[in-house]
């Protein structure tokens, strides 16, 4: 069997995982074409061709991928570009999605799937700020409760555009940029002269949350929770990884409610009360699931196995896992 992922996060190691887990599976992926070839597929491709030019053209991409698939006899595309396009598209093997095309567009868009869920327990109250006078007016009247305020746009991946917003030096935003921090005052000031230049992008902004961060990695079978790792991250930099955790009925609850299928991943975060507020869902594996699956946890394998028919979902194996995983950095020589 062939299967086709089209761009995404850590990509190359899980298609080595599936691999691993069944030599007779082919696993391709597609990146952008300043991406960097890391071992792990069957193969690697440009995604939309030899520069990415049908990349930019909707239609020429759609049918670039028709033609791809063909060329390679593709059995099963897991997209996570163009997914609404492709869901509809009239392709010639198995499409992929972990969720229906309106809950991906829902799980995209923070502050409206945030109000989807502000009846449950684990919801983190979310603003809307169209620009600098409503992020004003919202710190004029944010409580002095200990929780500062952080923002992020509306829409967006893998952390880009998050900042907390504080009092510190006017310099740390530029000096420790994956600190996250940035001046009030600064922080409103470029949004005010982005608006002077044309319309922003929204933000969303809420609580910022203490933690520990625990990231769920899930994998589910048509809105039924089948096993799932929680990695929590630990002040050490290492991370604690463990296959029960007492939210277990709340992501029973989640993937339920929004019919999740296939590996996806959600975020939680303990607030200043103590309680667990979930930060996002992403439709899609998390780059961290590898390490669940290194001491055992086999989420990438069995993922495998349910995509090629090889598993069941009455026949996923739910090893217990409890260990604590630390990281270290290595030089790898990758080809142009």
């Not at 049908?54 to 670039?64: I, K, M, R, S, T």
């Not at 929680?230 to 990884?241: C, D, E, F, S, V």
């Not at 992501?251 to 607030?271: K, S, W």
């Amino acid at each position: 069997m062939r299967i086709w992922f089209n761009r995404g996060f850590s990509l190359a190691p899980i298609a080595g995982l599936m691999r691993a887990a069944d030599p007779a599976l082919d696993v391709f992926v597609s990146v952008s074409p300043k991406s960097a070839r890391y071992p792990g597929p069957t193969a690697t491709w440009v995604d939309g061709g030899a520069e990415g030019e049908a990349g930019h053209d909707p239609e020429a991409y759609l049918a670039w991928v028709r033609a791809t698939i063909a060329a390679h006899a593709i059995d099963l595309f897991v997209p996570t570009r163009h997914r609404a396009m492709l869901a509809a598209a009239d392709l010639p093997c198995r499409v992929h999605l972990p969720a229906s095309p309106a809950v991906l567009q829902l799980l995209d868009d923070k502050y409206t799937f945030a109000e989807v869920v502000a009846d449950e327990d684990y919801h983190l109250p979310t603003h809307l700020v169209r620009g600098a006078a409503d992020l004003e007016a919202l710190i004029a009247q944010w409580p002095d409760d200990g929780a500062g305020i952080c923002v992020k746009p509306r829409n967006g991946v893998n952390g880009l555009g998050f900042w907390r917003l504080d009092d510190v030096s006017p310099m740390l935003h530029l000096q420790q940029p994956d600190w996250r921090k940035i001046q009030t005052a600064q922080y409103l000031a470029a949004l005010r002269e982005q608006e002077a230049r044309g319309p922003i992008d929204e933000i969303v902004a809420m609580a910022f949350l203490p933690g520990p961060e625990i990231s769920f990695d899930i994998l589910a079978d048509h809105g039924r929770l089948l096993k799932y790792a929680a990695r929590t991250k630990l002040a050490n930099g290492h991370q604690h990884i463990a296959s029960a955790h007492p939210l277990e009925p709340a992501l029973t609850a989640i993937v339920r409610r929004f019919e999740l299928h296939g590996l996806v991943n959600a975020q939680f975060r303990r607030a200043i009360d103590g309680s667990w507020k979930l930060l996002e869902i992403n439709a899609r594996p998390a780059g961290g699931v590898i390490y669940a699956d290194q001491v055992g946890c086999r989420l990438v394998a069995d993922w495998a196995g349910l995509l090629t028919g090889r598993l069941t979902a009455d026949t996923i194996d739910r090893s217990a896992i409890d260990t604590e995983v630390a990281f270290a950095t290595v030089v790898q020589d990758l080809a142009a």
